[in-house]
């Protein structure tokens, strides 16, 4: 059954949020490993945060991007970056913080961006590429800052977990499933691809020199 207009704007803004968190999360975690001051995790965790959601809504014409248009984006990049900050030592409890919350943002934006794309009435193929574009595009942002090479060209299976997940949304849409089930559906199989890559050093065959 299909989601109101008002549930549909709610569910994109709570992916919205979540993904920027997460990601800041990220960003912050990693700026506090390179050992930034306060002002430098807030700067890389707000570019992790919103870079990709800034680069979807250039791509599909939606403008302002929504970090400008919606001030709770912002404020969820920057209380990540706070988070990362004041209890970094909590976090990093976790088994490979950063590679978790990569994931799991990773899994947030591509689907928040496929069906934004969607939205905007883009091809299947096209909303694809959008959604991938925004579930790596704060993550290359965020390494470049630190001037590392970016996780999405050094990794192998990073682009192709979002490129499955995204593919994932674009097919349930297509089915009619419920809005609700896609999202949870694609950020599963983003997040649990991406992570399993991880542990179990999963990797594309590569060209012999």
Not at 109 to 138: D, M, R, Y
């Amino acid at each position: 059954m299909d989601l109101p207009a008002a549930s549909l704007t709610t569910l994109a803004l709570w992916l919205d949020l979540t993904g920027t968190f997460v990601f800041g999360l990220s960003g912050g975690m990693l700026a506090v490993r390179r050992q930034l001051d306060l002002f430098g995790v807030i700067v890389l965790s707000t570019a992790a945060a919103t870079a990709g959601g800034a680069i979807r809504d250039m791509a599909i014409g939606d403008q302002p991007a929504a970090v400008l248009q919606d001030p709770r984006i912002l404020l969820a990049a920057l209380a990540a970056g706070l988070v990362a900050f004041l209890a970094h030592r909590q976090v990093e409890r976790l088994n490979k913080p950063v590679m978790l919350l990569d994931a799991l943002g990773l899994g947030v934006f591509a689907v928040s961006g496929t069906q934004k794309a969607l939205e905007f009435g883009l091809n299947p193929a096209a909303a694809c590429l959008i959604g991938v574009l925004t579930a790596v595009g704060g993550g290359v942002v965020r390494d470049l800052l630190v001037t590392e090479i970016p996780r999405v060209l050094r990794e192998d299976v990073y682009a192709v977990a979002a490129i499955l997940g995204a593919g994932l949304v674009v097919l349930g849409d297509h089915l009619g499933w419920p809005p609700l089930l896609i999202a949870a559906l694609g950020l599963a199989l983003t997040f649990a691809i991406r992570v399993a890559s991880v542990r179990l050093g999963l990797r594309i065959p590569r060209a012999k020199p």
